[in-house]
């Protein structure tokens, strides 16, 4: 029952617009949990790491005291007339959460990565003033905070600021030798936007 719940806040952490007439295709990389049927299969770390859409920047299988759960592939293409906007994203869950009540809860830290031009800085309803994290300006984005780089947008969502602002700090790339110019290293700085969508 415990996963079933973490399993539908993860759903919903997707924020997945899915309308009439469009088709999703989930991959879903689990460690620990397994899923079958036509919406997802497991991965491989090693598959994650020959990802070769976009750069995936993650924290490795632990941070902190919160293990890799899962990671999640998503694509969406909405149908003809449909006003759901198309998705790309791959979204990376450390921990498990204790639910209060039947309505589930949030993982204690996700990071949601997608092609930089499917969300520019341009286009979020940033709160409050851009910052930087080695390089690349962040914005807070409905209670998250938002990386732009050249090639993704990073969003990190978590149970406090700092610790969201900390677990960006050390993000690298898992799959860098598939793409020129990705920080390696948690102290490399992030290839900047530079707009051009």
């Not at 920047?57 to 890799?68: D, I, V």
């Not at 949601?112 to 910052?131: Q, Y």
């Amino acid at each position: 029952m415990i996963k079933a719940l973490v399993k539908l806040a993860v759903v919903l952490a997707l924020s997945c617009a899915c309308g009439q007439g469009g088709t999703q295709n989930e991959q879903i990389l689990t460690p620990t949990l397994k899923t079958t049927g036509p919406q997802g299969r497991d991965l491989t770390v090693p598959e994650l790491q020959s990802f070769a859409d976009f750069p995936i920047y993650w924290l490795g299988t632990q941070h902190g005291p919160y293990p890799l759960e899962r990671i999640i592939r998503s694509v969406f293409t909405p149908g003809s007339g449909s006003p759901s906007k198309a998705e790309n994203l791959v979204l990376i869950v450390y921990g498990e959460c204790t639910p209060a009540r039947e309505e589930g809860c949030s993982p204690p830290l996700t990071i949601r990565l997608e092609p930089a031009c499917n969300s520019r800085p341009e286009a979020a309803r940033a709160e409050g003033p851009d910052f930087e994290i080695r390089a690349a300006t962040v914005g807070h984005v409905g209670g998250q905070i938002r990386i732009w780089t050249r090639d993704v947008t990073i969003t990190v969502s978590g149970a406090s600021e700092q610790g969201m602002i900390d677990a960006a700090d050390q993000l690298t790339a898992a799959n860098g030798v598939n793409f020129v110019g990705v920080p390696e290293l948690a102290s490399d700085p992030f290839p900047p936007f530079a707009g051009g969508c």
